[in-house]
């Protein structure tokens, strides 16, 4: 295929964060985080939470075939204040990894959900370049 060709892709629908404890997953993603569920499926171990733009596809895969490994490529989820929902996260049990960064274009905080998927809050402070 040509790099001149027009690529089929026209976004990512989802991004699976699989768990060993549904139950504790779902209380994170919807409690903790506060992510709206789409999809809730208990009896089959799967739920979808919503952040604006991607779906985060929580399931035990057990029988699927598929190997439990947390995500180790974190999942940036933007927020308007990265202090503040850090500080309301820490309050909530949630534990970050290091200091919040600032690159010099946005500021991250890192963390993980009870199964050990990397998560970010990001906030980028200066608009994007080409």
Sequence with gaps: M??????PVRGVD???????????AVEF???????????FIPDRQYAEFETGNLTLM?????GMDM??????????????????????????????????????VCHQAFFADPDGNRLILHHRYTPRTA
């Design 2 to 7: 040509s790099s001149a060709s027009p690529s």
């Design 29 to 39: 993603y919807g409690t903790i985080l506060g992510l709206p569920r789409s999809v």
């Design 67 to 104: 190997e439990l490994e947390p995500s180790r490529n974190p999942v940036a989820l933007r927020v308007d204040d990265v202090q503040e929902w850090r500080a309301r996260l820490q309050e909530g049990g949630v534990e970050f990894q290091g200091e919040t960064m600032d690159s010099g």
């Design 58 to 62: 929580v399931i035990d895969p057990p």
């Design 14 to 24: 989802f991004v699976v964060m699989p768990t060993r404890n549904f139950d504790a």
